[in-house]
């Protein structure tokens, strides 16, 4: 057992190793939808720029995680890393759609592990899931619904063509 181990729970650290899976699995979606939109049959830069940034922070997110569970003296466990649930993400819409439901996946992971801190009475875990993870987690679920209202509103083709170029490519 770690030396740097102090009222850190079995269940914390468990919980903070599958939160360290599920940031992964939202890197490897978001991976996915990046290179599905550069692909030259869809081929929407913006949507592809978007997707990949995304994928970047969510693997900071995992990076995050993993260093807490060094400095609290836990041990990081790595599990096989669940594949995104579809190939094909159809439309810029569909895609957004698909990332709401992600991102509020996310944090509904984030929000069950800041309860087992609070039933531990970890504080500093608590307080570095509020500061590191909370408020970014609800301004990303409302950007991406202003995304999708706003992708409803231009339509498809052509629509979706000038919200990649004027909204995503900025």
């Known amino acids: 057992m770690s030396r740097a181990r102090h009222h850190y729970s079995a269940e914390a650290e468990a919980g903070v190793n599958k939160q360290i899976n599920m940031e992964l699995h939202a890197m490897y979606t978001y991976l996915s939808l990046a290179y599905y939109f550069e692909r030259d049959d869809v081929d929407l830069k913006g949507f592809a720029k978007f997707f990949r940034d995304s994928a970047k922070e969510e693997l900071e997110h995992a990076e995050k995680f993993?260093?807490?569970q060094t400095e609290r003296g836990?041990?990081?466990v790595l599990q096989d890393i669940k594949k995104p649930e579809r190939d094909e993400w159809g439309s810029g819409l569909e895609a957004m759609e698909a990332a709401l439901v992600l991102e509020k996946?996310?944090?509904?992971a984030l929000l069950d592990l800041h309860t087992i801190s609070d039933n531990h009475n970890d504080f500093h875990m608590s307080e570095f899931i509020e500061r590191e993870y909370l408020d970014e987690q609800v301004k990303?679920?409302?950007r991406l619904a202003g995304y999708i209202t706003n992708l409803k509103r231009v339509g498809p083709g052509h629509g979706e063509y000038h919200f990649n170029r004027e909204t995503l490519e900025e």
């Open 66 to 68: 993993m260093k807490f």
């Open 140 to 142: 990303s679920i409302r």
């Open 105 to 108: 996946t996310v944090n509904q």
């Open 74 to 76: 836990g041990r990081i």
